[in-house]
């Protein structure tokens, strides 16, 4: 069986954080239905389980303050810097590591995925390949940004700052290009950001060209980029 590419996993990971918002949000109108109902304690338990993954995330990404991840330098070194050690270190798709920032019992808030296999060693000075910021329970979260753009902010605010930095070409829906390598995707509710991801589009290309088989090759050109 062919190998999806990684751009498109990455579209599924956002397909299944909004499916996941919407499921909270069920959740929470269901809790308030049947906390009443004894009957009903395995459905109220689920509840809480997700209401206290959402807390978690959300505690997660208040303690890490004011924090701004600027593409430009966007480095392994950078991340560990500003978000800390990451708090989840797991096996991604196509032979690639995941970190995870202010992260509950199933997802993080903050996700990074680098062109290196599980168990290798990644240089601080790599770049991820995608980088995935999320608004839990779709609250406003104002001192997370990405680029300068905040989760929370209106999509109007996203597009004046790339057009003040000069970028922000069309090149999908709810996507535009961020700088000459990175492309931005996300996700509204009622005109606010509730997600943000950053791809490396060059990575992308030349991951979906060249299959599973160069990754380690591909991760030495990143690392060299990055000097």
Same mark, same amino acid.
């Given at each position: =069986?062919?190998?999806?590419?990684?751009?498109?996993?990455?579209? /599924?990971?956002?397909? !299944?954080?909004?499916?996941?918002? *919407?499921?909270? !949000?069920?959740?929470?109108? &269901?809790?308030?239905? /049947?906390?009443?109902?004894?009957?009903?304690?395995?459905?109220?338990?689920?509840?809480?389980?997700?209401?206290?993954?959402?807390?978690?995330?959300?505690?997660?990404?208040?303690?890490?303050?004011? $924090?701004?991840?600027?593409?430009?330098?966007?480095?392994?070194?950078?991340?560990?810097? %500003? *978000?800390?050690? @990451?708090?989840? +270190?797991?096996?991604? @798709?196509?032979?690639?590591?995941?970190?995870?920032?202010?992260?509950?019992?199933?997802?993080?808030? /903050?996700?990074?995925?680098?062109?290196? @296999?599980?168990? +290798?060693?990644?240089?601080?000075?790599?770049?991820?390949?995608?980088? =995935? !910021?999320?608004?839990?329970?779709? &609250?406003?979260?104002?001192?997370?940004?990405?680029?300068?753009?905040?989760?929370?902010?209106? $999509?109007?605010? *996203?597009?004046?700052?790339?057009? %003040?930095?000069?970028?922000?070409?069309? /090149?999908?829906?709810?996507?535009?290009?961020? &700088?000459?390598?990175?492309?931005?995707?996300?996700?509204?509710?009622? &005109?606010?950001?509730?997600?943000? $991801?950053?791809?490396?589009?060059? =990575? =992308? +290309?030349?991951?979906?060209?060249?299959?599973?088989?160069?990754?380690?090759?591909?991760?030495?050109?990143?690392?060299?980029?990055?000097?």
């Amino acid at each position: =069986m062919r190998t999806k590419s990684l751009f498109e996993r990455v579209v /599924i990971d956002l397909c !299944v954080v909004v499916a996941a918002a *919407l499921l909270i !949000v069920g959740s929470i109108v &269901g809790y308030a239905w /049947i906390k009443e109902r004894p009957q009903r304690a395995e459905s109220r338990k689920r509840a809480e389980a997700i209401l206290a993954d959402v807390s978690a995330q959300r505690n997660g990404l208040l303690a890490l303050g004011e $924090v701004n991840l600027d593409p430009s330098n966007l480095t392994l070194a950078d991340l560990q810097q %500003k *978000l800390h050690q @990451p708090a989840l +270190k797991q096996s991604g @798709p196509q032979n690639t590591t995941n970190f995870g920032w202010a992260c509950g019992v199933r997802r993080c808030a /903050i996700r990074a995925s680098f062109l290196v @296999p599980f168990g +290798k060693e990644i240089p601080p000075d790599m770049t991820p390949v995608a980088l =995935m !910021v999320t608004s839990p329970l779709l &609250g406003d979260f104002h001192n997370v940004a990405l680029g300068g753009v905040h989760l929370g902010d209106k $999509v109007e605010m *996203l597009r004046e700052i790339c057009q %003040k930095r000069g970028y922000g070409r069309q /090149i999908g829906y709810n996507r535009v290009s961020w &700088g000459e390598e990175w492309g931005l995707m996300w996700v509204e509710v009622q &005109g606010k950001i509730i997600v943000l $991801v950053l791809t490396d589009e060059n =990575m =992308m +290309k030349n991951v979906k060209a060249q299959g599973d088989g160069n990754l380690s090759g591909l991760a030495s050109t990143r690392k060299g980029d990055a000097k």
